[in-house]
């Protein structure tokens, strides 16, 4: 109530909104006193030609004065029964999106600054009065983690400065590491909620300071159960999504000791422990994936489909066809959990090897599941039978699903008569599509206008009408 009563006094006063975000309020103070037929001013005790200014901003920012710790003096001021503090800065102030950009010595010198760590550190940033580039910010940013300098007080003078640059993901990122490196794990709490809120998770950029410290085993668990507290203190998406940021960062860079500890820390998820062994599907470690498939049996995890087909696809990526089909009967037997992924990862394997016979008998179990293959499974399959010249058998395989009464059938024959324009035989292309339209299948419209290109090419111009007649009359219906 006394800052609102000090302002209805005051006949200078203006505010210049930069964005809804923030406006800037200045207020004069002149030394004498007012004559008596100007306004009655209110002049604060013991202050003489000085700028008081008050800056609000976004949520993301701090409520306190920018100055409240590093203002060059305060005043207690007695309005009445209030006994309220003021900052003011002895220095006419001048607003940050005005100030001209730092140069890179005046870069140099703010860096100075925050090294040596002064309490006034705000007040001494805003009397070089210049601004910040984001590529100078983030120039600061990486400077002061390579020398483990805090960049605490920095981040807050940049928040009443720049509070939009400070809600940039990249900028809290780099806040939210040089906090990790300096073991400051309180002060990633409030940037990450304002962040949490908006649903944006700042990933490995934010917390890639857990590998940069290269510490031993037990100093790393140490650090990543803090880093997990604060996750589960802010809660929302640090909480569902922080747990496989730090699974998948270790399982990349080889610390699969450290992953697993993240695992068991969680609570031995399945979805986690597919986090960590689709990495070591993608390395092709066949063992640790088995071993980690045993340590989840043990603790009684339940695996679930996901978790069979990254097991099947390592074995078949590393030639144990045997042991992917051993896998592939133990999900059907004892835990019923074979989808059309689980197939499509076997056939797609055998169809490399050109084993068709093993590929059928899949088929068929498949076809006694009520499983029906996806298109992609099919045009692998079409495809390497052309690609090992069975010509005749790919033509059986596209009639055959055709008389199922496939939801590929459209597809498979439009990519037959593809296949077979791509080898050069444009007139078996065309009584592919004659064949598959006499079924009442349409045939895709891009393979239809390159075959009946192909054909007006080879003066076949009757063929293509009857191409064109057929294909319209069928599209009419």
């Not at 004498?32 to 005790?45: A, G, K, M, N």
């Not at 030609?49 to 409520?63: D, M, Q, V, Y």
């Not at 390579?146 to 007080?153: G, M, P, T, W």
């Not at 498949?366 to 996806?374: A, F, H, Q, Y």
Request: charged share 20%; hydrophobic share 40%; net charge positive.
């Amino acid at each position: 109530m006394a800052i609102r009563n000090l302002c209805s006094n005051i006949p200078r006063c203006f505010s210049i909104p930069r964005s809804l975000r923030f406006t800037f309020f200045f207020f004069h103070f002149s030394g004498t006193q007012p004559s008596s037929s100007s306004t009655p001013l209110f002049t604060p005790p013991h202050l003489s030609s000085s700028l008081l200014f008050s800056i609000g901003c976004s949520s993301l920012c701090s409520r306190k004065h920018p100055f409240a710790i590093s203002s060059s003096f305060r005043s207690d001021i007695d309005y009445g029964h209030m006994h309220t503090r003021k900052y003011f800065c002895s220095y006419t102030y001048i607003p940050y999106w005005v100030r001209p950009h730092a140069t890179s010595e005046q870069v140099s010198q703010i860096i100075a600054l925050i090294r040596e760590g002064v309490d006034d550190l705000g007040c001494k940033l805003n009397s070089i009065n210049v601004s910040l580039s984001d590529a100078s910010v983030v120039d600061i940013f990486q400077i002061l983690a390579n020398e483990r300098v805090s960049a605490l007080k920095f981040f807050d003078w940049l928040k009443g400065s720049d509070p939009d640059l400070c809600c940039d993901p990249d900028i809290a990122s780099l806040f939210v590491s040089n906090c990790g490196l300096l073991g400051n794990y309180e002060a990633m709490v409030p940037i990450l909620s304002e962040f949490s809120l908006k649903r944006v998770f700042l990933g490995i950029k934010a917390f890639g300071f857990l590998l940069d410290l290269g510490l031993d085993k037990a100093s790393s668990m140490e650090c990543v159960r803090k880093v997990m507290a604060v996750f589960n203190e802010v809660g929302g998406v640090y909480q569902s999504c922080g747990v496989q940021l730090l699974i998948e960062m270790f399982g990349l860079s080889g610390s699969f000791e450290i992953a697993e500890f993240v695992i068991r820390t969680a609570g031995r998820k399945v979805k986690h422990y597919n986090v960590l062994i689709r990495i070591m599907c993608k390395r092709g470690d066949c063992e640790r994936v088995a071993d980690l498939v045993k340590e989840m049996k043990r603790s009684g995890s339940d695996m679930n489909a996901s978790t069979y087909n990254m097991l099947l696809s390592c074995l078949c990526k590393n030639g144990k066809i045997d042991e992917a089909w051993q896998v592939l009967e133990a999900m059907e037997k004892n835990y019923g959990l074979t989808d059309v992924h689980s197939f499509d990862v076997l056939i797609n394997f055998l169809c490399k090897q050109c084993q068709f016979d093993l590929v059928l008998k899949l088929l068929d179990k498949m076809t006694l599941k009520g499983i029906e293959p996806s298109i992609l499974t099919h045009a692998v399959i079409i495809k390497s039978y052309f690609e090992s010249g069975k010509y005749e058998e790919a033509h059986e395989y596209v009639i055959d699903f055709a008389g199922r009464l496939s939801y590929s059938s459209n597809a498979n024959y439009s990519l037959l008569a593809t296949l077979h324009l791509k080898n050069g035989n444009v007139l078996l292309a065309c009584k592919v599509l004659f064949e598959m339209m006499d079924k009442g299948l349409k045939p895709n419209f891009s393979a239809y206008k390159k075959i009946r290109k192909h054909l007006e090419k080879k003066d076949e111009k009757d063929l293509s009408l009857e191409l064109s007649r057929k294909y319209f009359s069928l599209i009419e219906k």
